[in-house]
């Protein structure tokens, strides 16, 4: 059985099936091992890490509670989803660091990283498998944005499928959902990492990052129409009380108003260090509660093709 464990939680004895985390932060070469010395758990332990996950059948069983609020997983199947949904993350978050980082500078963004990590995403996403959306709500600090985007591109695809647009779109979605907050690396990092509340004149430089984001990808000529949408518009609301156009009903496309419902649920869900995590069932309800905000039929089908 795999399980998804804290680094302070490791002990001797645990069997290592993968390390979840920036390689920089990965304290070993090997990638699956067993514990068998106490200055590998050491290691380990002050590593910075974001989470373990062990293989209770090879090595021992944790003895405090799973880091994770799913039901650990019971069947081959579950421990495939896992595994695969792991290695995606793996997989995507170099590319988009490497966009991320790009724009930071104001540099070109290499898109096709972004058309590579969806693909993968996509496939993770195939045969029904909510593995990676479990996965991604459990967010370290330095590891938020990028967990942030892929759960946000996974969601999108996710919602994209059940509402039957057709993959092409749907793969745009996803990287829309990837790049959707790319503006906010030309926000400067105090005001965007302030944990305390911001005053108007911060507020007013964190809306601006849709409309940085969609310069930063406009002027490429490279990035489709449905990304240039969901960059700009993530923010906008039904109601036309959002920003940064007050657009309104119709004149929100069906890609950004998925991009809407799927950014503000993994927002609420994720499990982050100094905030209770929302059930799922608490985020529809109180996102049901929101008039005007999301469009609701598509909310419907959002939770609905969750089972929640
Ligand atoms: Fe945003």
């Known amino acids: 059985m795999l399980k998804r464990i804290k680094p302070t939680h490791v002990r001797l004895g645990m069997f290592v099936e993968a390390i979840e985390g920036s390689w920089i932060d990965h304290p070993f070469w090997r990638k699956q091992f067993r514990l068998e010395r106490a200055t590998d758990v050491e290691k380990l332990k002050s590593s910075n890490v974001s ?50 980082d790009n724009a930071r500078r104001g540099g070109i963004v290499p898109v096709s990283y972004a058309a590579q990590a969806v693909e993968h995403i996509a496939t993770c996403m195939n045969s029904g498998s909510k593995a990676l959306i479990e996965v991604t709500r459990l967010k370290s600090r330095d590891e938020y944005t990028f967990l942030h985007s892929i759960a946000v591109s996974a969601l999108m695809v996710h919602l994209a499928r059940a509402v039957d647009l057709n993959e092409e779109t749907a793969c745009d979605v996803g990287m829309g959902g990837l790049l959707h907050d790319i503006g906010k690396m030309r926000i400067p990092r105090k005001v965007l990492n302030k944990t305390g509340p911001l005053d108007e004149r911060e507020m007013r430089l964190i809306r601006l990052h849709p409309s940085h984001g969609y310069q930063l990808l ?24 959002g920003y940064p156009k007050g657009l309104s009903g119709e004149e929100i496309s069906i890609p950004v108003r998925i991009s809407s419902i799927c950014d503000v649920y993994d927002a609420l869900t994720s499990v982050r260090a100094y905030k209770k995590a929302w059930s799922p069932r608490d985020a529809a309800r109180f996102m049901l509660e929101q008039e005007g905000q999301f469009d609701r039929r598509l909310l419907m089908q959002f939770f609905h093709s969750l089972s929640i």
């Open 51 to 100: 989470a373990v996950i062990i293989n209770t059948v090879k090595g021992l069983d944790v003895t405090v509670p799973s880091l994770s609020e799913r039901k650990a997983p019971s069947s081959p199947r579950e421990n495939a989803e896992l595994k695969r949904a792991v290695q995606t993350i793996e997989l995507a978050k170099p590319m988009i660091r490497e966009m991320f």
């Open 218 to 241: 406009a002027r490429q000529g490279d990035v489709s129409r449905v990304i240039l949408d969901i960059c700009l518009h993530h923010h906008e609301r039904i109601d036309g009380r």
